[in-house]
């Protein structure tokens, strides 16, 4: 039988997840948005049925407002929730997207509660925690994407400036996914060569400028709306590793309970995704300047999380 995927959102992010699910079989795809944009939820679903012939995949795809529709699914990836525009910070987005993460965490504790979850609403390390709570889901099976796209726009604007190829460059960022994040230069390679001996210091410190800054260039350049190829495939990243036991080893925000000294909350960290969700976090020896970095990004997590009062 077919794993079945459930996207709550069918917006510019969901909408991509279910295209890149069914590209990759990935099983079978349930879009889920709200009662008055069921119909569009519906359409997607079957414009991505009728481009399965040129695809060459076969996944049944469905729109829906109803929460029974994602009853068993193995994974659930959230979206659902406002995106940044121009001038907003995703602190911005807390109270009106925490009201729609306590809706959502409502349906899918009833109906998917075996689901490994991925988090994609922002401000994420909120929405994250919000769901966990909300749910009482164990930690293994709630993650949050954002350490998944923040390394991946690190090693494309190192690969970009390098004229290197993406696939060579090797890294990590750590934290919150808000402009204190953390990319660790030390630890990041091209081809097995530290980046450290092949970048100046003014590079690398664009490369962590742009990086920490790449979801609000985005932003800028739409004017409405935030990314949504790259945190869909990222994403969707974290649900093939967990769907095919890959064990892939991926930034995510998991609940940290002791490691890097931080307790109950969720910050960005290198994961290990498996058939068991969430199987292990690695903990990185970090220098005195990293451990700041990494403090600081902690505190403003911890103070978005505490005015969700969860
Ligand atoms: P958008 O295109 O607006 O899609 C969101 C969808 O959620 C819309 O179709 C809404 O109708 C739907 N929705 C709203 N409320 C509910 C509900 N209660 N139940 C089900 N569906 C609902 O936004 P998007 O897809 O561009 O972005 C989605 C979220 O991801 C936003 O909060 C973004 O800020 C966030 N985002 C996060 C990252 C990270 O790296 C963490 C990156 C980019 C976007």
Known sequence: MRKKIALIGGGQIGQILAMLAAQKELGDIVILDIPELENPAKGKALDLMEMAPHGNYDANLAGTSSYKDIEGADVVIVT???????????EDLLAVNLQIITAVAQGVKQYAPKAFCIIVTNPLDAMVYAFYKLTGFPKHQVVGMAGALD???????????????????????LGGHGPDMVPLPRLTTVG???LTEIASKEQIDKFVTRTREAGTEIVKLFGKGS????????????????????????????????????????????????????????????????????????????????????
Not at 256 to 282: D, M, N, Q, S, T
Not at 295 to 303: A, D, F, L
């Open 151 to 173: 390394t991946a726009r690190w090693k494309a604007f190192i690969a970009l400036e390098l004229g290197v190829s993406v696939t060579d460059v090797a890294g990590t960022v």
């Open 80 to 90: 659902a929730g406002k995106p940044r525009q121009a001038g907003m910070t995703r």
């Open 192 to 194: 097995g060569v530290p």
């Open 227 to 310: 990314a949504f190829f790259s945190p869909a495939w990222s994403a969707i990243t974290m649900a093939e590793s967990f769907l095919k036991d890959k064990h892939r080893i991926i930034a995510c925000a998991a609940l940290c309970e002791g490691e890097y000294g931080v307790k109950g909350l969720f910050i960005g960290v290198p994961c290990r995704i498996g058939a068991k969700g969430l199987e292990k976090i690695y903990e990185i020896k970090l220098t005195a300047e990293e451990s700041s970095m990494l403090q600081k990004t902690v505190g403003v997590v911890q103070k978005t999380i505490e005015e969700t009062k969860l």
